[in-house]
Nanobody, 121 residues
């Protein structure tokens, strides 16, 4: 049974930090990614981590501010977000893919329901 459940989204001030978590089941060996959808915009790729955690890839706008990690023993994926900006406001989704690196939504098979992150200025 495949399941992805995001948590950790909340309201935070600009410049602050937040860590999102994605609890997974049934996804051993899959690469995991984070996407986001801002109001009025399409869902966009944020970051991906390979199945063993050995490789990561980020979209340019979050490089140096966000860090993706995973704990396969606990079946969790995290997105540490620092120096948050109002433009980071979005619903954040975790998703699973067999392709690395994969930045297109079409490459992802399973998706969570999302968690809202709001960054106030």
């Amino acid at each position: 049974h495949v399941q992805l459940v995001e948590s950790g989204g909340e309201l935070v001030q600009a410049g602050g930090s937040l860590t999102l978590s994605c609890a997974t089941s049934g996804l051993d060996g899959w690469s995991m990614g984070w996407f986001r959808r801002a109001p009025g915009k399409e869902r966009e790729f944020v970051a991906i981590i390979a199945w063993n955690g050995g490789s990561t890839f980020y979209t340019d706008s979050v490089k140096g501010r966000f860090t993706i990690s995973r704990d396969n023993a606990k079946n969790t994926v995290h997105l540490q977000m620092n120096t948050l900006k109002p433009e980071d406001t979005a619903v954040y989704y975790c998703a699973a893919t067999t392709t690395f690196p994969a930045t297109q939504t079409s490459k992802y098979v399973y998706w969570g329901q999302g968690t809202q992150v709001t960054v106030s200025s």
